[in-house]
């Protein structure tokens, strides 16, 4: 089983990086191939990534472990086109800066659709690295913007 690993640093308290992490629905704002995330359950959600020639993957995923401000782990269902479990971990380094990494395996499914999916993972490591790069920068984006964690400014507003 395929395994990408990245560690990156954020400038925002470990409270507001876990809390967006924890909001799986906005995956797609910073992961490139991920189309959308469904909350299906308490601790289960669906996700579909974008594929060749405008096909698509999905699969159920569920949150195996949710560790506050610590970590976050999570497998797929039997379900779907692709089997991936991971976890992510946030290390507080001080007031305003958090630590996260992330370990993802995955394991696409054999013939034609797995020959699909393994062109969409087909380099794992530098997605998850440019996944990451666009989740600071959205985190950064916010904070900067309206210098509010944007978890709370969601709360007020009754979306989360």
């Given amino acids: 089983m395929p395994i990408a690993e990245k560690t990156i640093i954020v400038s925002a308290p470990v409270e507001q990086v876990y809390r967006f992490w924890t909001q799986f629905e906005r995956f797609p704002e910073f992961m490139e191939n991920i189309t959308s995330v469904t909350k299906t ?3 289960t959600s ?6 060749p020639l405008g096909s698509s993957v999905e699969w159920d995923a569920e949150t195996t472990l949710l560790e506050e401000n610590r970590r976050i782990a999570w497998n797929s269902r039997d ?12 290390t507080e380094l001080g ?7 992330v ?11 797995g020959e699909l999916v393994a062109k969409i993972f087909s380099d794992p490591q530098r997605q998850l690295e440019e996944d990451l790069e666009r989740f600071k920068a959205v985190v950064n984006q916010q904070r900067t913007t309206t210098g509010r964690d944007p978890s709370a400014q969601q709360r007020e507003m009754g979306s989360v």
């Fill in 41 to 43: 359950g308490e601790r």
């Fill in 46 to 51: 669906h996700w579909v990534a974008k594929g």
């Fill in 79 to 90: 379900s779907g086109d692709i089997t991936t479990s991971g976890q992510v971990t946030f």
């Fill in 95 to 101: 007031t305003n800066q958090t630590q996260i990494t």
């Fill in 103 to 113: 370990t993802l395996k995955y394991e696409p499914p054999a013939g034609k659709a």
